[in-house]
DNA sequence: TGGTAAACATACCGGTCGGTATAGTGGCAG
DNA sequence: CTGCCACTATACCGACCGGTATGTTTACCA
């Protein structure tokens, strides 16, 4: 509909294109996403997007892993391994708590993708990749794989209760609630 | 694409367009399922779903509001008010068991109405009801909002977990999670 | 029996979808 | 200078979208 001011032409076509999709997948929706739009807002033709992805399949398939790359980096960041488990585990919902605050929340991209896009296999498949990495690292971080599983859990939910009240406060309380999980005495 | 079979003929056309409606929309998705596809699975045409519905968006509205009202049914029959905390706690994740071994699971609808539709407000008052819902019958049985608050995310996060992994363990982990947070001790 | 309302079949509307084809253009490397 | 390749622009494909308009048939009820 809005024809949506390009994003920065920096990079090559296919940076510009992963960019787009990013945009407009994460914000707007994968299935009510065209392809027509994410080429205009990419800066490029319908024509070049076929030239560097084989599909929207494939391309939203792309869009997912660098979500996947991008949330890993970030671990990286707000994550210190010298700190106590309940900081570490706490620092993964404030990671969210200031994405929210910065405006930019949209729900769990991985959550979304699972609902919308659920017979794409590839997609799929970096869904349940992120799943394990989330998994894997409270496993690290509280030393039981029980309590990661249950937190894992309480941090999606959290996503979606956010999502759904268009409030930061259920990550709070599911931040206390996961934190209260540790060492229960 | 394939014609489906029709639901059986019984009860008024709009009787029908809703259970076709409910299998189409929770199965296949919302915004993948036509209204041309919910007529025909319903023995029905076009004309008659507009005569019934005013619109695509009041339909899909009306169908989760349907299983908002499944949901009341079920927890009515599952619950038993005299049984122990941790048993009523239990049976909520019970039912999403029987549910998945029956293998007409297909993820939570409310969660999925909220990542598939976001902008149908009529859709969303919905899920944002069914989630006061829970919370509600969680916090009667556990006498703590606290804990029903971060139960329910449990639960939650629990059914996209079986969903992404198509398997009904994550349930049960949960529910072990869930009764586990009942009188810490 | 006659009237009414609902559901019928069909066809159409403008628009968008994912994807392809064709032809031309620019810059860079040999 | 030339050949090549990524890109451009544009037009098209068949299919489907939500929604509407038409006239006909069916069934029930006064």
Known sequence: MVETAPTAKRGTARERLLRAAEELFYCEGINTTGVEAIAARAGVTKATLYNNFRSKDQLVAEYLRGKLEKSRAAAHEYDDPHAPASARVAALFEDVERTIEQGDFHGCPFT???????GNADAMAVVREHYADIVGHLTAVTGDAASADTIAMIYDGAMIAAKASGDAAPIARAKTAAVG???PR
Chains 1, 2 share one sequence.
């Open 112 to 118: 979304k993708a699972a609902v919308e896009v659920p």
């Open 181 to 183: 999980l540790l060492d």
